[in-house]
């Protein structure tokens, strides 16, 4: 995620990921496929949640449907502590919770 973090701001797909988030009506009058873009942001997230759930259910010797309850809350907290709309604020929110 920090990788993440560090790309979106200056690759083109990662601007056009924003622009399309932001101002989808601006971002097709620039040419941005706004549609295109929401899918390859809902991709992304899919396979951010899926590596995450390997990883949790490979410590956990199994995937039981609570294995994300306590991760789920804490991302939440992380994230409003944080700020919602500030990635490295999530993250700064989320080391504030150890």
């Given at each position: 995620?920090?990788?993440?973090?560090?790309?979106?701001?200056?690759?083109?797909?990662?601007?056009?990921?924003?622009?399309?988030?932001?101002?989808?009506?601006?971002?097709?009058?620039?040419?941005?496929?706004?549609?295109r873009?929401?899918?390859?942001?809902?991709?992304?997230?899919?396979?951010?949640g899926?590596?995450?759930?390997?990883?949790?259910?490979?410590?956990?010797f199994?995937?039981?449907?609570?294995?994300?309850?306590?991760?789920?809350?804490?991302?939440?907290?992380?994230?409003?502590?944080?700020g919602?709309?500030?990635?490295?604020?999530?993250?700064a929110?989320?080391?504030?919770?150890?």
């Amino acid at each position: 995620m920090l990788i993440a973090a560090a790309v979106f701001p200056i690759h083109q797909t990662g601007l056009q990921l924003r622009a399309s988030a932001l101002a989808p009506e601006v971002a097709r009058l620039l040419g941005v496929r706004v549609s295109r873009m929401l899918t390859i942001g809902w991709m992304f997230s899919a396979a951010s949640g899926a590596v995450a759930a390997v990883i949790i259910a490979s410590g956990n010797f199994g995937l039981y449907p609570t294995n994300m309850n306590g991760i789920f809350v804490a991302g939440f907290i992380a994230a409003v502590v944080g700020g919602l709309e500030s990635p490295l604020g999530a993250i700064a929110g989320g080391c504030s919770l150890d």
